[in-house]
C-alpha cells in the first residue's frame, strides 16, 4: 500500500514541487496551507492532492489537523515541514510580533506537526521526517535575526530527534536550500539578481523548486534509512556548511 506523505505548505512554491514530486514517487499526499484559499483549490484542481487549511504555528490545530489527515489518507509516515514565512527587519526595528511570527510558524510548527506524528511512527517503528532549513540558517543573514535563528533551530531540533528515533526506524533530517525560483526570488530586482546575488552563487543560477523536491523523495525512501541527523545543503555552492 502507498505511503501517506504530509507536507506543510504543499500548495505553493517549493511545497507544491515536492507534494508533486512525492505523488509521482507512489505517495498518498496530503498538503497543507495557512489561509491562500485561492492557490490552495488550483492546487488541488490541478494535481489531485487533497488539502487541508490549519495554522502549524497552533499545537491544537496540528493535532485536530492531522487527525483528519490519518483518517482520510492513512497513517502520516512522511512528514515535511515546509511551511515557512519571513517578517525581515534591521534587528534594532524588529517587533516581539516580527520574533513571535516567524519563530511561532518556522521553528515551533516543527514541535507541534512532528509531536503528533511522532507516537504513530514510533509504533510503527517507520518514519521520515524532513524539515526545509535555509542557507540562512546556517550563516545568518542582515535583517533576519528570527528567520535566521528558527531555521537554526530547525538544525538543531533535527539533530536531537535523530538520536530518539534511530532505534525506532525513524529518520530525521534537514534541506537547506539557497536561493530558490519562487514569487519570493522573482520579485527581486533584476539589477540585484544579476548584481548581487547571481555572482555569489558559484554554479551562476538560482535553485528550482523541482531540486529541492528531489532532495525530499530521496530523504524520504526506505533505502536513505542510514541518513539521519543530515543537513543536505542544495545552494548552488553559495555557502559551504
Ligand atoms: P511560499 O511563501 O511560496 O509558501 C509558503 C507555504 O507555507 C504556503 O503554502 C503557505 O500557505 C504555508 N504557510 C505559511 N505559514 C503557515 C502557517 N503558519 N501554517 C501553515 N502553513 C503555512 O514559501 P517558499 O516556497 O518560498 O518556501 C518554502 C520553505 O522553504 C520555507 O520554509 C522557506 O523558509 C524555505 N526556504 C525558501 C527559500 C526560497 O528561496 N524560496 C530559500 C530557503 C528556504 P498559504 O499559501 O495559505 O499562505
Given at each position: 500500500m502507498a505511503r501517506t506523505a504530509l507536507v506543510t505548505g504543499g500548495s505553493r512554491g517549493i511545497g507544491a514541487a515536492i507534494s508533486k514530486a512525492l505523488k509521482e514517487a507512489g505517495y498518498t499526499v496530503a498538503a497543507t496551507y495557512a489561509g491562500n484559499e485561492e492557490k490552495a483549490k488550483a492546487f488541488t484542481d490541478e494535481t489531485g492532492i487533497r488539502t487541508y487549511r490549519w495554522d502549524v504555528a497552533d499545537y491544537e490545530a496540528c493535532k485536530a489537523g492531522i487527525a483528519r489527515v490519518e483518517a482520510e489518507c492513512g497513517p502520516v509516515e512522511v512528514l515535511v515541514n515546509n511551511a515557512g514565512i519571513t517578517r525581515d527587519a534591521p534587528f534594532h526595528r524588529m517587533t516581539p510580533d516580527h520574533w513571535n511570527a516567524v519563530i511561532g510558524t518556522n521553528l515551533t510548527g516543527l514541535f507541534n506537526m512532528t509531536h503528533n506524528v511522532w507516537g504513530g511512527m514510533?509504533?510503527?517503528?517507520?518514519?521520515?521526517?524532513?524539515?526545509?532549513?535555509?542557507?540562512?540558517?546556517?550563516?545568518?543573514?542582515?535583517?533576519?535575526?528570527?528567520?535566521?535563528?528558527?531555521?537554526?533551530?530547525?538544525?538543531?531540533?533535527?539533530?536531537?530527534?535523530?538520536?530518539?528515533?534511530?532505534?525506532?526506524?525513524?529518520?530525521?533530517?534537514?534541506?537547506?536550500?539557497?536561493?530558490?525560483?519562487?514569487?519570493?526570488?522573482?520579485?527581486?530586482?533584476?539589477?540585484?539578481?544579476?548584481?548581487?546575488?547571481?555572482?555569489?552563487?558559484?554554479?551562476?543560477?538560482?535553485?528550482?523548486?523541482?531540486?529541492?523536491?528531489?532532495?525530499?523523495?530521496?530523504?524520504?525512501?526506505?533505502?536513505?534509512?542510514?541518513?539521519?541527523?543530515?543537513?543536505?545543503?542544495?545552494?548552488?555552492?553559495?555557502?559551504?556548511?
Open positions: 514510533r509504533e510503527r517503528k517507520f518514519g521520515r521526517v524532513i524539515s526545509i532549513s535555509s542557507i540562512n540558517g546556517q550563516k545568518g543573514q542582515f535583517g533576519q535575526a528570527n528567520y535566521s535563528a528558527a531555521k537554526a533551530g530547525d538544525i538543531g531540533f533535527s539533530k536531537a530527534l535523530a538520536q530518539e528515533g534511530a532505534r525506532a526506524g525513524i529518520t530525521v533530517n534537514v534541506i537547506a536550500p539557497g536561493y530558490i525560483n519562487t514569487e519570493m526570488v522573482q520579485a527581486v530586482p533584476e539589477k540585484v539578481m544579476n548584481e548581487v546575488i547571481l555572482p555569489a552563487i558559484p554554479v551562476g543560477r538560482v535553485g528550482e523548486p523541482e531540486e529541492i523536491a528531489r532532495c525530499v523523495v530521496f530523504l524520504a525512501s526506505e533505502e536513505s534509512g542510514f541518513i539521519t541527523g543530515a543537513t543536505l545543503t542544495a545552494n548552488g555552492g553559495q555557502y559551504l556548511a
